[in-house]
């Protein structure tokens, strides 16, 4: 079996895999990366080559630092705050 390859031919009214571009759809369902829930994968295939040689895991593992970067210096609000 041929891995998945890369696509650029994007149409932005519908969601796609970040990898091989394959539409959303009644039979494809997409699924976003557990770590920085921002890439979107058609199949753990796709997912798996992202990984290895797309550049994902770097990516992602600098997304994952932004992101506890943002929730140290959020301000959490509870319910004996006044501007709650």
């Known amino acids: 079996m041929n891995p998945p390859t890369p696509s650029s031919s994007a149409t932005p009214s519908l969601?796609?895999?970040?990898?091989?571009?394959?539409p959303a759809s009644n039979t494809t369902?997409?699924?976003r990366c557990s770590a920085c829930q921002?890439?979107?994968y058609?199949?753990?295939?796709?997912?798996k080559y992202?990984?290895?040689?797309g550049g994902?895991?770097?990516a992602c593992q600098t997304l994952q630092a932004m992101k506890r970067?943002?929730?140290?210096?959020?301000?959490r609000r509870g319910p004996n705050d006044p501007f709650w």
Request: contains cysteine; proline residues 3%; charged residues 30%.
């Open 15 to 22: 969601p796609r895999c970040d990898w091989c571009q394959k």
């Open 29 to 31: 369902i997409l699924q």
């Open 38 to 40: 921002h890439k979107k």
């Open 42 to 47: 058609c199949s753990k295939t796709c997912q």
């Open 50 to 53: 992202d990984w290895k040689n």
């Open 56 to 58: 994902h895991k770097d």
């Open 69 to 75: 970067a943002v929730n140290a210096v959020t301000v």
